[in-house]
T-cell receptor, first 112, second 112 residues
């Protein structure tokens, strides 16, 4: 299964864009990139996912490089409530079933 | 739709005891996965069930087991509890292949 690498922590000023990078250099052609976040004592919350193309939803944008070896999650206008651990996850498919490989995540601290 | 529901929210057990955790997936989701989360190891995959069958299993000892019922609800059991089993146990459900996992808020297990 492909693994991911993320910076352990990042800071962002409230109202500014937060850009969270992720490396997944061994990703295979049929593997998706998913982003989740987790606020203390809660379960991970799904944010966005993509295969090849850039994606956008009401929460964030996902930019995947053409070679698919890295991606960036963009929170366009970070708020204090976006302070959380962000996980970049690669979904691996093996013989019809799935498993997830989780990295250590990035602790994003949004400050006033 | 209601989200993934996990019960109980908190549990305190002593070494050697066993414990059963319950998970109700989102209505219509047939795949249920279980994960263990600890500060040192991060998120680790335990097992996945689909239509009452275990499809995949992580690298955990046989003391960890699970099952899924015909209504897709799932339980996991940990026997002969050890101090190292103290963790947040997360359940996630999935609608279908490639769709996002949706997590519950977990069961916080403390073994004393």
């Amino acid at each position: 299964d492909a693994k991911t690498t993320q910076p352990p922590s990042m800071d962002c000023a409230e109202g500014r864009a937060a850009n969270l990078p992720c490396n997944h250099s061994t990703i295979s052609g049929n593997e998706y990139v998913y982003w989740y976040r987790q606020i203390h004592s809660q379960g991970p919350q799904y944010i966005i996912h993509g295969l090849k193309n850039n994606e956008t939803n009401e929460m964030a944008s996902l930019i995947i490089t053409e070679d698919r070896k890295s991606s960036t999650l963009i929170l366009p206008h970070a708020t204090l409530r976006d302070t959380a651990v962000y996980y970049c996850i690669v979904l691996a498919w093996t013989s019809g079933y799935s498993t997830l490989t989780f990295g250590k995540g990035t602790m994003l601290l949004v400050s006033p | 739709k209601a989200g993934v529901t996990q019960t109980p929210r908190y549990l305190i057990k002593t070494r050697g005891q066993q414990v059963t955790l319950s998970c109700s997936p989102i209505s219509g989701h047939r795949s249920v996965s279980w994960y263990q989360q600890t500060p040192g190891q991060g998120l680790q995959f335990l097992f996945e069930y689909f239509s009452e069958t275990q499809r995949n299993k992580g690298n955990f000892p046989g003391r960890f087991s699970g099952r899924q019922f015909s209504n897709s609800r799932s339980e996991m059991n940990v026997s002969t509890l050890e101090l190292g089993d103290s963790a947040l146990y997360l359940c996630a459900s999935q609608q279908g292949a490639g769709s996002p996992l949706h997590f519950g808020n977990g069961t916080r297990l403390t073994v004393t």
